[in-house]
């Protein structure tokens, strides 16, 4: 270890800046003007370490990292969807509301919140000292609650917004749905309109004064303020939208956005890094601990992480198999006991089917897409696909603690009676008195994984319909990362030894930059492994976006395209599939319609995600509980289960030493005790 930190902080910058390991797209890549140079100064403005509970001294810069196929696409938190985005722009943009360690709201803007009696009516108190800066830190407006008023008009207008992240207050508040209908019915002209308009169309705000802001619920919303805290929410300054113009704020990019929030970006390279800087005029300055500079690493070869976190060039990485295997086979490493389990992440990974795949030409894949349309076929993928050799490449010490067998992420919600939600739906499916025994996958013990009847059941039925086996399930992963492709190639060889070879084949291929751009969008994939996170504590944020007859069920019309099956109108091989989403949406659209009582709304639910599961319309895939090293104690992180927070790097606890095995299980422990207490 270097003693000189500074010193050894900028050699490990001018490393990230020209090495091209750590990016696809290299040096050359830069998007945009640089900052640097305003705001180097500030880089140890107003920055404050969190103190470390082991004694040792705390990080003032800190080298996390990310994969290059999750490079952002959006600096706007009020048009993006995606977690990749939003795990950056957390770090500039402030809402409402926040979180802390333990996943609990806490003041943000919004420095107090209440509601009436019903949990109808909700008022924010806004803090007074919030301004607007640009990328060099400079104020550029004060706050103000008009700034909401302008945010929640931009997203429900969709000649602005284009629909996204509308469903939240669609769905929650008095009139918002109407006036979004309004708009997307005006086209083009929409874009004329202002938070005026929307608040004399009678959409459920208002701001009783400069720092109160006041929202009507449709109906009793007692998790409102979750809702609240999501980016549906967040504020924008009218100013910069008249500066940019509509375009040109919807496609802002960290140059000229303005910043409320935590950081500002020093400097970005596409597909290389990306650095913050503490924001010199952040209000909550006194509130909580910065860097004095926080920089992601795009990795595009997991392979080289190990050596980049050796040589100090990361100050965290996940361990994968191969990485772990190296560690473990060497009883003299150092690593050995800094080996630290993570927490699992708060996104539960479903594997989405495709139901409306193209082959490369542009034509139907109807041999896929009468397949998958089998619900015989679709059932042996949650009856029979063994994975444990697949979640050792995420956890190879305890792979098992990576299954998912449900859709909704556990610790989303509770009901009156302290029920976690997802309990509720393993009631529903029988596997409530089941629990991890580190051995066997939960969902395969009552057949013990055989699905002969069900494969045979399936192939008689789809080959009397002219498909052919082995049907060819096309699986997309980015090129030219080992990583991801030598996991691909254990989940094919899961696919062979669970269904065979005569029955599904799973091809690997692969995407230059952009999944979206290149598979998705030209609908090439057979199903698509994602992740979902709870954008706010109730469990339609996750079955709502599966749903039919709804623009806003974002799976529904982006990966399965069933939306878009039904819009067409369905083929007769089709009609079963289509029966059972209508059956899973009247029972999701039967829960929503349960206001007044918490329990039978989340009992409700529980009945629409297990018709979804036992119909297998998408297929729950695994929880991301890896292994990690670290100088970061992720206990210190914001952990919440909904809202765009978690990647927000602030009141994190570091150590210059690396954090150990046993520190961790004392973490955890007293992190447990907390929690339950």
């Known amino acids: 270890m270097n003693i000189n930190h500074e010193s050894h902080a900028i050699s490990r910058r001018s490393f990230l800046k020209a090495s091209g390991v750590v990016g696809a797209a290299g040096i050359l890549a830069a998007c945009g003007g640089g900052s640097s140079s305003s705001t180097a100064a500030s880089a140890s403005s107003g920055a404050t370490s969190a103190p470390n509970t082991t004694g040792a001294a705390p990080l003032k810069e800190f080298i996390s990292w990310e994969a290059t196929n999750r490079e952002l696409e959006s600096w706007n938190m009020l048009y993006s969807q995606m977690a990749s985005d939003m795990n950056v722009t957390t770090n500039l943009w ?47 407006a004060h706050l103000t609650s008009k700034d909401f008023l302008v945010g929640l008009e931009w997203v429900l207008n969709a000649a602005k917004n284009q629909a996204n992240n509308t469903s939240m207050p669609n769905e929650t508040l008095v009139g918002a749905a109407d006036y979004y209908q309004k708009t997307s019915d005006m086209g083009d002209a929409a874009a004329d309109l202002t938070y005026e308009d929307m608040l004399a169309a009678g959409v459920g705000v208002e701001a009783t004064d400069d720092y109160t802001l006041v929202f009507t619920c449709k109906a009793p919303c007692p998790y409102f303020d979750t809702v609240a805290a999501y980016t549906s929410f967040y504020p924008v300054s009218e100013d910069l939208i008249t ?11 960290y140059t000229n956005m303005w910043y409320n929030g935590p950081y500002v970006v020093e400097e970005f390279i596409s597909q290389n890094t990306k650095s913050y800087i503490p924001n010199p005029n952040y209000f909550g300055a006194n509130d909580v601990s910065r860097f004095d500079r926080f920089t992601v690493t795009m990795i595009s070869d997991g392979t080289v992480t190990f050596q980049l976190y050796q040589n100090r060039e990361l100050d965290e990485m996940d361990v994968g198999e191969s990485t772990l295997t190296t560690i473990q086979a060497d009883p003299n490493s150092e690593y050995n006991a800094q080996l630290c389990e993570k927490r699992p992440k708060k996104y539960s990974y479903q594997m989405h089917f495709n139901y409306q795949k193209n082959n490369e030409d542009g034509t139907p894949d109807d041999n896929w897409n009468k397949a998958i349309a089998n619900t015989a076929f679709r059932q042996c993928f949650y009856k029979g696909l063994e994975l444990t050799n697949w979640y050792a490449r995420t956890n190879k010490i305890n792979p098992l603690k990576c299954e ?168 007769d091989w089709q009609k079963d599939l289509v029966a059972a989403y209508e ?79 046993e520190q961790y299980e004392e973490f955890a ?8 207490a």
């Open 243 to 253: 500066e940019l113009g509509v375009e040109g704020f919807r496609a802002c990019d």
């Open 404 to 571: 998912n067998d449900y859709y909704t992420m556990p610790g989303v919600c509770y009901n009156t009676q302290g029920q976690e939600y997802s309990t509720l739906v393993a009631k529903e499916m029988g596997f409530d008195k089941e629990s991890y025994d580190g051995k066997t996958m939960i969902r395969l013990r009552a057949n013990n994984g055989d699905i002969a009847d069900l494969k045979k059941q399936a192939m008689d039925e789809l080959s009397a319909i002219g498909v052919t086996f082995p049907v060819h399930a096309a699986y997309h992963i980015i090129a030219g990362n080992s990583t991801a492709l030598d996991s691909a190639t254990v989940l094919k060889q899961c696919f062979t030894d669970s269904f065979g070879d005569d029955f599904i084949v799973l091809d690997i291929k692969t995407y230059v930059s952009s999944i979206t751009q290149e598979v998705r969008n030209p609908q090439l994939q057979s199903f698509v492994i994602n992740g979902w996170g709870a954008d706010f504590g109730d469990p339609v944020n996750f079955v709502g976006q599966e749903i039919l007859h709804d623009d806003n069920a974002y799976y529904s019309w982006y990966y399965s395209n069933i939306a878009k099956v039904v819009e067409a109108g369905p083929a």
């Open 94 to 140: 402030e809402g409402l509301l926040s979180f802390d360690c333990y996943g609990k709201a806490v003041p943000s803007v919004a420095k107090e919140w209440s509601h009436n009696e019903d949990s109808s009516v909700w008022t924010f108190n806004l803090r007074d000292d919030v301004d607007w800066v640009d990328v060099n830190g400079e104020v550029k």
């Open 583 to 661: 059956e899973f949406t009247d029972l999701v659209n039967t829960a929503k319609a349960i206001v007044d009582d918490t329990d039978a709304r989340y009992a409700a639910f529980a009945k629409a995600e297990a018709c979804m599961l036992n119909n297998v319309l998408a297929c729950p895939c695994y929880f991301d509980v890896a292994w990690t090293l670290t100088h970061a104690n992720e206990y210190s992180k914001i952990n919440a289960m909904y809202g765009p927070c978690n990647y927000k790097a602030v009141n994190w606890e570091t150590s210059e030493e690396a954090y150990t095995t």
């Open 669 to 676: 422990a007293a992190f447990d005790a907390a929690t339950k």
